[in-house]
């Protein structure tokens, strides 16, 4: 069975510091994505990364995705307010299902 | 713009209802997707459907069902609700294929109380 592991799990931190947000697996993934959900809302896509190493830059935030396709981070620097909510990453897993992370809930405090 | 719309926002059913719970999306995707999402425990998928009639068991379908009689239309059906079933619903649809065309796009959720 896949699973992917993310932590932390909850962060609250102030406006203007960095963070990294991790997800594990011990399985290989053909591709992984990160979304972002607001409350009350659906999630949406930020990112897709597909080769191993790959990094991918959104504005504050960087997406990499390990050299073994194992692992992905989510780095955000000089966090603002806005980028308050919760982020899930996802594996591509067999039959092109999505495997999902629990979840990391993010604050930024102003 | 993509566009997966479910039916509810909100909904309120009694213990043992049955309860209807729509979604739609309007890119011809073929791939549609029913999770709950409860806190801490991540998105867990109840079904899931590769095509028009066609369904399979995502990781926890017990108590539930599916309809999908349409390429653009899922439904998830709650036979009996209960009140373990009290969660936010999202519906999900996809391209076929892997790589960038496993992308999810989302509806806003329903979030179901069962009392």
């Known amino acids: 069975t896949q699973l992917l592991e993310q932590s932390p799990q909850f962060l609250s931190i102030q406006e203007g510091e960095n963070l990294t947000v991790y997800c594990n697996s011990s399985s290989v993934f053909s591709s992984l994505q990160w979304y972002r959900q607001e409350p009350g809302e659906g999630p949406v896509l930020l990112v897709t990364v597909v080769t191993g190493g790959e990094v991918k830059k959104l504005k504050r935030l960087t997406f990499q995705f390990g050299d073994a396709r194992k692992d992905s981070s989510l780095h955000i620097t000089a966090a603002q307010p806005g980028d308050t909510g919760l982020y899930l990453c996802?594996?591509?897993?067999?039959?092109?299902?999505?495997?999902w992370g629990a979840g990391t809930k993010l604050i930024i405090k102003p | 713009d993509v566009k997966v719309t479910q039916s509810s926002r909100y909904l309120v059913k009694r213990t043992g209802e049955k309860v209807f719970l729509e979604c739609v999306q309007d890119?011809?995707?073929?791939?549609m997707f029913w999770y709950r999402q409860d806190p801490g425990l991540g998105l867990r998928l109840i079904y899931f459907?590769?095509?028009?009639?066609?369904?399979e068991k995502g990781d926890i379908p017990e108590g539930y069902s599916v309809s999908r009689e349409k390429k653009e239309r899922f439904s998830l059906i709650l036979e009996s609700a209960s009140t373990n079933q009290t969660s936010m619903y999202l519906c999900a649809s996809s391209f076929g294929g892997g790589g960038y065309h496993t992308e999810a796009f989302f509806g806003q959720g329903t979030r179901l109380t069962v009392v």
């Open positions: 996802a594996g591509e897993g067999s039959n092109y299902q999505l495997i």
């Open positions: 459907s590769y095509d028009v009639k066609m369904k």
């Open positions: 890119m011809d995707h073929e791939n």
